[in-house]
């Protein structure tokens, strides 16, 4: 059976962009720019495999899109490409775009249900006892490179760290969280193998939660698996990959995007060591310039409409572009003026599905950057500014590594909270299927390759 045309979605005479392939990865912001003075607040674009999108680049076009679900669906189902057989099982979209029973992929009624025991969970946490996890953790990654003088603060310490906190979060054990964050980065890439690293994922977090079944503890997939709600194992294990992927990727690169713009905007870091700017003040002015997704896909339309100027046709996809609408000329004319402390940015979307999770990946960037900063008040920048790479996909833009030169010093602040032998060694509770024999490397040195 043959597979049914692409319909088209842009104006007649009009190609759309593509927000994968060479030009979108060089420079995604440019991208946006330049389909922003094409087509307005609402763009039509391709993503991976020529399918037809629309990328809403307005500010309050993507809230009118976030928070008007009768409009504008969560659920994939609705997808008119999918429904006629142009996105096949393999695609790297599929993680990310098949239905699962997961909040952020239904609305009204079930949305309440699912998202209740999620919110309702997450509450239960200390916030005082999140911040003792971070700067624990945050010390014994610190006390990695100390010594040495030089570090990367991707590789060493943005990265490892909010894996590190997530997995004591959901009470898994340390040993996680390698090929997890691998597995997480891949899944984020829509890679070709983007649909392993998603049934790894799966497999993985579902021994977690039977695990957590027979022998429960104070920890985030103990509270999904005792909830009211009576949720399934498949509900917390798709609630647990959420969680853990979501604030694995938007708080790695908030922390190596801010502590980039400390390294190299002079006023900025006076700003901020002076007092005129506190910290949590700062990773909003972060927020805004460079959200940690650049995209959020997706949305899909419960009918035809108008938004923005577009004629959106009953099962468009959507995307919500918050890096394109943090940046809206409508509501910044001027970018030079500081917006620090203002919330009003979409980093974490807006309306029913805003993120649950924001308040504790601003709490790990805080204490995480604190610390860094508080140990290694001297940071200086190893390589010329115009020398940083990154990395982009169709939702993030990731810094691939940040060098930096301090003062050597000694390890341990306390003296005793070098890494425990779990997270040292990495040696599993109990050996996971298909999973490497483990070697006595920290793990996120193995993850990169150091040893």
Request: proline share 9%; glycine share 8%; net charge negative.
């Given at each position: ?6 319909p ?20 995604p ?39 008007t ?5 969560r ?55 999140v ?64 649909v ?14 039977q ?20 949720l ?21 690169n ?23 700017m ?44 918050l ?77 691939v ?23 040292r060694?990495?040696v ?24």
């Amino acid at each position: 059976m043959s597979t049914p045309p692409n319909p088209a979605v842009p104006p007649p005479g009009c190609p759309a962009h593509r927000l994968y392939g060479p030009e979108a990865e060089a420079d995604p912001m440019g991208l946006y720019e330049k389909l922003r003075a094409e087509h307005g607040t609402v763009a039509p674009v391709l993503v991976q495999g020529d399918l037809p999108a629309w990328l809403v680049l307005g500010h309050r076009e993507n809230l009118d899109v976030a928070r008007t679900p009768s409009r504008f669906s969560r659920d994939p189902r609705r997808w008119r490409d999918q429904q006629e057989g142009r996105v096949p099982a393999d695609h790297p979209l599929t993680p990310m775009t098949a239905w699962q029973p997961v909040c952020h992929l239904v609305d009204g009624a079930e949305h309440e249900r699912l998202r209740g025991a999620v919110t309702e969970s997450l509450e239960r946490f200390d916030r005082r006892g999140v911040r003792r996890y971070v700067k624990r953790f945050a010390d014994q990654l610190i006390d990695g490179f100390i010594e040495s003088g030089k570090g990367d603060l991707v590789a060493d310490f943005a990265e490892p760290l909010p894996m590190l906190v997530m997995t004591q979060l959901v009470g898994a054990p340390d040993s996680y969280g390698p090929r997890l964050v691998e597995a997480a980065r891949d899944m984020l890439q829509g890679t070709a193998t983007a649909v392993a690293s998603n049934t790894y994922v799966t497999e993985t977090l579902r021994e977690l939660v039977q695990r957590k079944r027979a022998v429960p503890g104070q920890d985030f997939t103990t509270w999904m698996a005792e909830h009211p709600t009576a949720l399934s194992d498949d509900e917390i294990v798709e609630h647990l990959r959420l969680v853990m992927i979501a604030a694995f990727e938007s708080t790695a690169n908030l922390i190596a995007n801010t502590l980039r713009v400390v390294l190299t905007d002079r006023r900025f870091r006076a700003n901020l060591s002076g007092g005129h700017m506190t910290l949590p003040d700062a990773l909003e002015q972060v927020l805004w310039d460079e959200p940690p997704f650049t995209t959020i896909l997706g949305r899909w339309a419960t009918g035809d409409t108008e938004l923005g100027g577009a004629q959106i046709k009953a099962g468009d996809m959507l995307l919500l572009g918050l890096a394109p609408g943090n940046i809206d000329p409508q509501i910044r004319p001027d970018l030079t003026v500081p917006v620090q402390g203002n919330r009003s940015h979409l980093s974490f979307s807006s309306g029913p599905h805003e993120c649950p999770g924001q308040d504790i990946g601003r709490a790990i960037a805080d204490t995480g950057i604190d610390s860094l900063l508080t140990r290694l008040p001297d940071l200086e920048l190893d390589v010329p500014e115009d020398g940083l790479r990154w990395t982009s996909s169709l939702m993030s833009r990731h810094l691939v590594a940040l060098p930096v030169r301090f003062t050597p010093q000694g390890t341990s602040v306390t003296g005793t909270n070098r890494a425990p032998a779990a997270a040292r060694d990495a040696v599993p509770e109990a050996p996971l299927s298909g999973e490497r024999p483990a070697v006595r490397v920290p793990w996120w040195k193995r993850l990169l390759g150091r040893r």
